[in-house]
């Protein structure tokens, strides 16, 4: 999903938390209900709130599942390409074709790296773990033409944030 | 299940769900034995019920156990060993407060099952070739090492050919420093350069590395 | 010493190091923030050997003060062995100790995760360091399991067994509850239960691959599994530190009412919700490996099932819950009442971030940039710490029969809570930006908003100055006659 859309949504999110419960905050300065009132009424509006927060959970879970990245066995049937991750660089393919099914095939030599790809806006819009002694299957295909950079996105060591690779997808 | 072989098992992981099911028969024993019923809390018991398992897992480290099995009689005593500190999980827990024991034997059977794949037990190097091409000009013996050392701890500073990035260019380094001098600055540097003697980096490393920065051109 | 007191001293023992501790992490968080803002400059290693120290340093702080509130509280339903909980008081600090050592003057820097082989491999601190770090947090390992046990044993023994203590007759048997001898379990021991039984599970993965690493350190011939070795780290990892918001939550059940002049009950209701954040926050760590493909796929949706669960108890029960309490009630706000309801608060928009993070697609463009942060720390900063400083004032105003000033508790609060936003809103709108975590240098547009959260950090530390001060007011202020 496109993060300045993600961003956007918790923001609203955020703001209408803090508006309900200054709120409800603000209630304590209007004059005292019994427990047992608020209560009643709140108990019913519990169950509301449980349904409508299930709702939104089978939603978004359903409207998730089939954006999932990891591929099912067909569409590993890409063209693939290796990449190896080191303390302090990626080797890399230099060009990758554009609008094509293509898997990477990322490992690691040493530590855990993340191979996280970044478009041409530079903009992460694809990631995956790059572990010693396994191999990590990311299908994709890339529509935008252009250069892409690729950062390390695990914790790697003191020169984590200087390992950069690049690739072009034309 | 072997328990008194001087036989090898090869495979880790199987032995490691060996000692599992010990550890059960020891839990089940601590459980099934007669713990008073506690008001009062029995601090000595605690202890004895959170030590056992930490000791249990450290005695499964499989080098150690390795070494017992050139001798049947101590292989034995390891397996005896286990039951016993599973036992004591589990009664030392239910002689602390009654029901702890039941909490602090399901701590210890959990590890002993999942110890099995992961403890001493690891896939092999994942196969995918290496595309980058060997070197083309022949480099002193101890420089190959030091190229290593390099790609490791230097590269991401003085660039993967020493040809310079954050850190300056180590081209022609000979010209500017010998080989003495060149230790001496890996071994005290001056920053933003990071002290990597003596570690990562020990002296020998250190003579590699100054090896191969030497024979940059 | 009189039970009373001598309990009252392990509280405040528990609660002002883990105070320490947190101002002294808070320090170091701030000179992280500085250096990504780029207005200082230091090497790598120093950057990453103080942020190992921060994470770690600041989890432990934030566990060491809700630990201390909650024993109090559960000592008052079952008195409890005060040398037990002293012992493992002294376990976590003398770790806490190794730890610090193992940074200054070891510049261990394989940040909190030290996630296998990592700390081993292409170290740039000395093996020692390595060895201190991985004893210094199997001590505290040690202390969380002796506080979960003896916790675990006054539920069992105080409400009539486990049965008892998760309120199963009260769900299914109504009937028999209020006939059964056992009292029946207030909401904080519910709290209680929860933190022994997920804290024993965290300390179990904890344990194991605490010792593999340690194993492995002695003798490196011994192989580990990397991908057992991440599971087992997250496991223990995420379930201890979100263990603190559900030790802390027990002071709002416990002091929130006292404010509202309200009562918070036990119900059916309040014990499912229980029940539910005791399998979920057992099974959401999952949602760490989301990136790493060759986890098994039911784990993958294992943790994204468990995480939306984990946020019901939470959403419906608790927070929902606390609202009710003072909506329209005759509210005394106080620094104290402040805190804990503002707590509330930051723990609910932390979910939804957290919510967010814990969708696979989304976790996909998300994982690992600085929206990770932007989210742990909005729960730990705007929810745990708001509760324990929301306990202390309300045992200080208690004690003292004081409150602080409405002036006060403004300025107090724009720090913290004006300033805290601005600090975590820079980690959100970055990660949104793609800026990645874990980066000593940051690509562009990091730096920039690194200058203005380095503005709410520091907005948020005064803050924290002038709270601190004011506690100390009312400390120093002579007991109330009506005080207990």
Same mark, same amino acid.
């Given at each position: ?137 990311? $299908? ?31 | ?166 850190? $300056? ?19 005290? $540097? ?28 | ?484």
């Amino acid at each position: 999903m496109h993060q300045t859309t993600v961003l956007a949504g918790f923001l609203v999110a955020a703001a209408a938390v803090l508006i309900v419960m200054a709120a409800i905050a603000r209630t304590t300065t209007q004059p005292e209900e019994p427990q047992s009132i608020v209560t009643a009424t709140g108990y019913r509006l519990r169950r509301g709130w449980l349904w409508v927060l299930a709702a939104a959970a089978a939603a978004a879970f359903a409207l998730s599942l089939p954006e999932f990245p990891y591929g099912k066995p067909a569409t590993l049937t890409g063209q693939h390409y290796s990449v190896i991750a080191t303390q302090y660089s990626f080797e890399l393919p230099s060009v990758v074709p554009a609008d094509t099914p293509i898997v990477f095939d990322v490992t690691s030599k040493d530590v855990n790296h993340g191979f996280g790809i970044y478009d041409p806006q530079d903009r992460l819009i694809a990631q995956v773990q790059a572990m010693p002694q396994y191999i990590n299957h990311l $299908p994709l295909r890339l529509y935008a033409k252009g250069h892409y950079v690729v950062r390390c996105l695990e914790y790697c060591g003191i020169a984590h944030a200087a390992m950069l690779g690049s690739f072009d997808v034309r | 299940m072997p328990v008194i072989t001087g036989e090898r098992e090869p495979d880790i992981g199987k032995h490691h769900l060996d000692h599992a099911v010990l550890m059960l028969l020891g839990i089940i024993a601590g459980l099934a034995l007669y713990a008073p019923r506690n008001d009062r809390e029995s601090a000595p018991w605690l202890w004895v019920a959170v030590l056992s398992p930490i000791l249990a897992m450290l005695l499964m480290a499989p080098s150690l156990y390795a070494a017992t099995d050139a001798l049947p009689w101590l292989h034995s005593l390891m397996h005896v060993t286990f039951a016993l500190l599973a036992l004591l999980t589990a009664y030392g827990g239910q002689s602390y407060i009654r029901g702890v024991g039941w909490a602090t034997s399901a701590l210890l059977q959990t590890m002993a099952i999942v110890a099995a794949f992961g403890y001493g037990v690891a896939p092999a190097a994942a196969g995918i070739a290496s595309a980058q091409a060997p070197a083309s000009a022949p480099i002193p013996g101890k420089a190959v090492h030091g190229r290593q050392l390099f790609a490791q701890n230097c590269a991401v500073c003085h660039g993967q050919h020493g040809e310079g990035g954050v850190g $300056p260019s180590l081209k022609n380094e000979q010209a500017r420093k010998d080989f003495a001098e060149v230790q001496a600055w890996i071994k005290k $540097p001056a920053p933003p350069m990071p002290t990597l003697y003596p570690a990562p980096l020990n002296a020998k490393d250190v003579a590699d590395v100054a090896a191969y920065v030497e024979s940059l051109k | 010493m009189s039970d009373s007191t001598g309990a009252r001293a392990v509280m405040w023992a528990y609660l002002t190091t883990g105070v320490a501790i947190f101002g002294l992490m808070a320090l170091i968080g701030l000179a992280l923030r500085v250096e990504q803002a780029q207005w200082v400059a230091y090497d790598p290693g120093t950057f990453y050997a103080l942020m190992t120290l921060h994470g770690s340093g600041m989890v432990v702080a934030l566990a060491l003060s809700a630990m201390g509130g909650l024993w109090f509280i559960m000592n008052r339903e079952r008195g409890m062995d005060r040398t037990i909980a002293w012992s493992a008081y002294a376990a976590i600090v003398v770790g806490v100790l190794c730890v610090i050592l193992s940074i200054f003057p070891g510049r261990f820097a394989a940040a909190w995760t030290f996630l296998y082989p990592l700390p081993f491999t292409g170290a740039t601190w000395p093996s020692w360091a390595t060895g201190a770090f991985l004893f210094g947090v199997a001590l505290v390992m040690l202390g969380w399991t002796v506080y979960c046990v003896q916790l675990l044993g006054c539920v069992l023994a105080k409400y009539g067994g486990l049965r008892g203590a998760v309120g199963w007759d009260l769900v299914f048997h109504p009937g028999r509850a209020s006939t059964s001898s056992a009292p029946e379990p207030p909401p904080q021991a519910f709290a209680a239960l929860v933190t022994a039984v997920d804290g024993l599970f965290a300390a179990t993965g904890g344990m194991l691959v605490g010792v593999a690493l340690i194993v492995h350190w002695i003798d490196p011939s011994v192989a580990i599994d990397p991908l057992w070795a991440k599971n087992l780290t997250y496991q223990f990892g995420h379930t201890f530190a979100n263990l603190t918001i559900y030790m802390a939550i027990a002071f709002v059940y416990v002091a929130l009412p006292r404010y509202a002049n309200r009562k918070w009950h036990t119900s059916p209701v309040l014990a499912i919700a229980w029940w539910g954040t005791l399998l979920f926050v057992a099974t959401a760590y999952f949602h760490h490996l989301y990136m790493d493909f060759v986890q098994p796929r039911g784990f993958q949706y294992l943790g994204q099932v468990a995480s939306y669960l984990a946020a019901f108890p939470p959403a419906v029960v608790t927070i929902f819950g606390g609202a009710l309490l003072i909506y329209r009630s005759k509210m005394r706000w106080t620094m104290g009442s402040m805190f804990l309801y503002a707590g509330l608060v930051g723990w609910l928009i932390g979910g939804i971030g957290a919510l967010i993070d814990a969708t696979v697609p989304i976790n996909f463009s998300l994982h690992n940039t600085l929206w990770v942060p932007a989210h742990f720390h909005t729960y730990l900063l705007e929810g745990v710490t708001l509760f324990v400083l929301g306990w202390i004032f309300a045992n200080l105003e208690a004690r003292s029969g004081l409150v602080s000033s409405l002036l006060t508790r403004w300025i107090v609060g724009l720090g913290i809570f004006g300033g805290g936003a601005l600090l975590l809103l820079g980690w959100y709108v970055a990660g949104a930006e793609s800026v990645p975590r874990r980066y000593a240098v940051q690509p562009v547009p990091g730096p920039a908003i690194a200058a203005w959260a380095s503005i709410g950090a520091m907005l948020l530390i005064a803050g924290l100055v002038f709270c601190l001060a004011e506690a100390v007011r009312l400390a120093r202020a002579p007991k109330a006659l009506t005080a207990s």
